[in-house]
């Protein structure tokens, strides 16, 4: 037993709320479906976060189903629902984490700063009370466990925060969590804002404080710090700071942060299995199309790579000269099982149970199938790989067009030759452009018969080596409506491009919903 572990105490527990699948999920462009997220919660309950905010009930009819899933089967953290203090909120938040039993959270939220009071909802304070109050008694008929936000703390007038967090715990409320909603804070405000309401709040010890910080100013992990120093016992995160705008902190950063210096912040520590980290991150990044960047701490493809001959050499000396944490306590090992086109299906079902994916066996043999097609093209088969694979399953695309053949040629004038499938007809033609993607978008327009406008393309390598399956990240919106936003991966780009423009073009022509769909975006602009 180290020391540190030897020191833990639940007083000094920190609970990591993990909320990637509701305000990660809100970034623009990030959306995930119901699949996407229950293997988002699979992996989450792996790395063993506390509570899981699996979503917004009210958003979305799927946004509902996802949560309500997500508290049928998840078993390990509580599961948690957001609502705004409004009945048909709170109904359907009750609603979906029901399944959950007693580990079922619902969290509600009113903004409190007097910014947001007399521009947005036009209320005065005692309005604000009596809402937040009725909030979350309503809650309470649904669940024992709730939890409220005053919306923009950071912003708020202290003496009336602390009015306001004494009357929801009167009310009911088990934790109170203080966000930073517009990452406006300062680990040197933010921290004694905390032991501030510990002193000023009556019933606080009764209650978990949480901490939720966005990142503006790139301060959310060290107000979180900051936070705990002070009395915060909860720290709102989500895997690679995806978020709204600049992101929520970072759960790696933050876990790690902890961990590595013990020393600094004595006796505070998470249930976090950090091994799970790099897996987490990985998968999140597959599966919400964003990509990490390459120096980003902990997560990052350079994090420990060292490319100095001075620190190459010290590091050959001893580890420690130049490295603060270990890649293996982070998840990363240095060899990956990797899978060829010799393994059988046992390997393969084996490495899928090993990555959380549960599939029936119909889906397991067409899985199989795409795995022998690409262990063809390339030498060995990674675990992001099959990731991939699955998650093409998993992508619940509506097909009205298959692609059925796709012919590029590149040089002076680039042209494609595209055919499609439709039941039983099929569709051929060509076109230019001005470069072969866009030769091979101008062509399945042309057949499809449909156009659109690009708004955001990304192509990403899934794993090392030449011969790396390419995942094409779009966002296309058409007759400026709602952007449908859409993946697919293959060893050659161009095709992974064309075939993510053709998920995008079948979402558009079926009138399916992406989850940022009007109303949904109506409600969680309120967030
Ligand atoms: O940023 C914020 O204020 C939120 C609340 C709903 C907690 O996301
Ligand atoms: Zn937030």
Redesign the pocket.
């Known amino acids: 037993m180290s020391t540190n572990e030897a020191k833990r105490d639940d007083r000094n527990r920190v609970v990591i709320f993990d909320t990637t699948l509701r ?1 990660g999920e809100q970034c623009p462009g990030a959306s995930m479906n119901r699949a996407e997220k229950l293997q988002v919660a699979r992996q989450l309950a792996r790395l063993k976060v506390d509570i899981i905010e699996a979503g917004f009930p009210i958003a979305s009819p799927d946004d509902f189903a996802a949560v309500q899933a997500i508290a049928s089967e998840i078993e390990g953290p509580r599961i948690a629902g ?1 609502a705004r203090c409004l009945e048909k909120d709170i109904v359907a938040a009750g609603e979906a984490v029901k399944p959950a039993g007693d580990r079922a959270r619902v969290h509600v ?1 009113l903004a409190t700063s007097a910014i947001h009071r007399q521009y947005k909802l036009r209320k005065a304070e005692a309005e604000i009370i009596r809402l937040a109050v009725e909030g979350v008694r309503q809650a309470k008929t649904y669940v024992d466990d709730v939890q409220f ?1 005053p ?2 703390a950071s912003r708020t007038e202290p003496e009336f925060l602390a009015e306001v967090c004494a009357a929801v715990i009167e009310a009911g409320a088990t934790t109170v ?1 203080i ?1 930073d ?1 517009v990452g406006y804070a300062v680990p040197e405000q933010f921290g004694p804002l905390i032991g501030y309401l510990k002193q000023h709040v009556p019933g606080i010890d009764g209650v978990t404080i949480h901490v ?1 910080c ?1 990142n503006d100013l790139g301060l959310a992990v060290a107000n979180s710090l900051a936070a705990v120093q002070h009395g915060a016992r909860g720290v709102e995160c989500t895997v690679n700071g995806l978020g709204e705008r600049a992101g929520n902190c970072s759960l790696e950063e933050f876990v790690m942060a902890l961990r590595t210096r013990a020393d600094a912040y004595e006796g505070l520590w998470t249930g976090v299995e950090s091994r799970e980290i790099h897996r987490s991150s990985r998968l999140v990044s597959q599966l919400s199309g964003m990509v990490v960047q390459r120096n980003k701490a902990i997560v990052g493809a350079n994090a420990f790579a060292h490319e100095s001959g001075i620190h190459q050499d010290g590091m050959l000396k001893e580890r420690s000269t130049y490295e603060i944490m270990r890649p293996e306590d982070v998840g990363i090992s240095g060899t990956e099982l990797v899978l060829g086109k010799h393994s059988g299906r046992h390997a393969f079902k084996a490495q899928l149970a090993k990555l959380g994916f549960v599939l029936s066996g119909e889906e397991l043999e067409r899985a199989y199938a795409d795995f022998i097609a690409l262990a063809d093209k390339k030498k060995s088969v990674y675990d992001d790989d099959l990731v991939a694979i699955v998650q093409e399953r998993m992508e619940e695309t509506p097909e009205m067009y298959r692609l059925d053949y796709l012919h590029v040629s590149t040089g002076t004038v680039p042209t494609a030759t595209v055919r499609v499938v439709k039941g039983e007809e099929s569709f051929q033609d060509a076109a230019t452009g001005d470069g072969p993607v866009d030769a091979a978008f101008r062509t399945l327009e042309r057949v499809c018969g449909v156009s659109g406008r690009l708004l955001d393309y990304s192509i990403q390598a899934v794993t090392k080596g030449k011969d790396a399956l390419g995942e094409a990240s779009l966002r296309v919106s058409f007759d400026d409506g709602p952007a449908v936003h859409a993946k697919a991966a293959s060893t050659d780009i161009i095709e992974a491009s064309a075939k993510a423009y053709l998920n995008c073009l079948n979402r558009h022509l079926l009138g399916s919903k992406p989850a940022g769909d009007a109303a949904a975006a109506e409600a969680k602009g309120a ?1």
């Open positions: 305000d957001l939220f936000s919306e923009d969590n966000p909603t939720h966005h967030v």
